[in-house]
């Protein structure tokens, strides 16, 4: 009972990690310009993420766009795209693998070892997609900081982390932590040794002992 609790704890933490790596995906806030002055109109705080870029200003109104360009994108760019989409794309498959081994589940009830092996599988998937996302917000972070400390930067165009990386972290946390739990919530099949038979019993001396 107690291991059916620890698999489903572990479902539904990387089930919501999973939710996490979607939503700070869509998030445009990957980064935000410290400095939030410059020209005529003043504006609040200035967001860049994995597919637009958005303005807030001081009145309340909020402007987006979309990058249009895919050559125009830096190579981290995309390769934090795909990670992030790789992370999606594992954790989906992960929840189908994981559903089917789950111990709530009637589905191949009938072969407890299949059954287990396919929740430590979906569980090591959900590990990989965790680490996916690590990847590419480790990476964009990276970046950030990079830009950030370089000296031909310049100060009104110094950009800090956003709230979606910080997102993508505790969701690729979550993953990992939900699929740990399904690696080692199946109990370890206990060794059968097959019955040892007894010892012979002694015959006894007849007294014609034999050199």
């Known amino acids: 009972m107690a291991s059916g609790g620890l698999q489903l704890l572990g479902f539904v933490l990387a089930f919501v ?14 980064k935000m310009l410290a400095y939030g002055q410059g020209g005529i109109v003043t504006y609040q705080s200035i967001y860049e993420g994995l ?10 109104q909020i402007q987006c766009k979309i990058f249009d360009s895919l050559l125009g ?9 795909a990670l992030m989409m790789c992370g999606i794309f594992l954790g989906f498959v992960a ?14 009830e009938d072969d407890q070892v299949k059954k287990m092996r396919m929740a430590i599988f979906g569980g090591v998937v959900f590990i990989v997609s965790g680490l996916a996302t690590l990847v590419a917000s480790a990476m964009y972070g990276n970046k950030v900081i990079r830009e ?41 099949r206990e060794t059968s040794y ?6 012979p019993k002694n015959v006894p001396s007849t007294g014609k002992d034999y050199v």
């Open 73 to 81: 994108l830096s190579s981290d760019m995309h390769a934090t795209r």
């Open 51 to 60: 597919w637009m870029s958005c303005a807030m200003y001081s009145t309340g």
């Open 17 to 30: 990690g999973w939710i996490g790596i979607i939503t700070s995906t869509i998030l445009p806030q990957w």
């Open 148 to 188: 950030f400390y370089d000296p031909y930067t310049p100060v009104n165009g110094r950009y800090e982390f956003g709230p979606a990386v910080f997102v993508a972290w505790a969701a690729a946390a979550l993953v990992m932590l939900g699929g740990s739990f399904l690696c080692c919530s199946c109990p370890r």
């Open 194 to 199: 097959p019955a040892r038979g007894g010892y």
């Open 95 to 108: 929840i189908l693998i994981s559903m089917i081994g789950m111990k709530c589940m009637k589905c191949m």
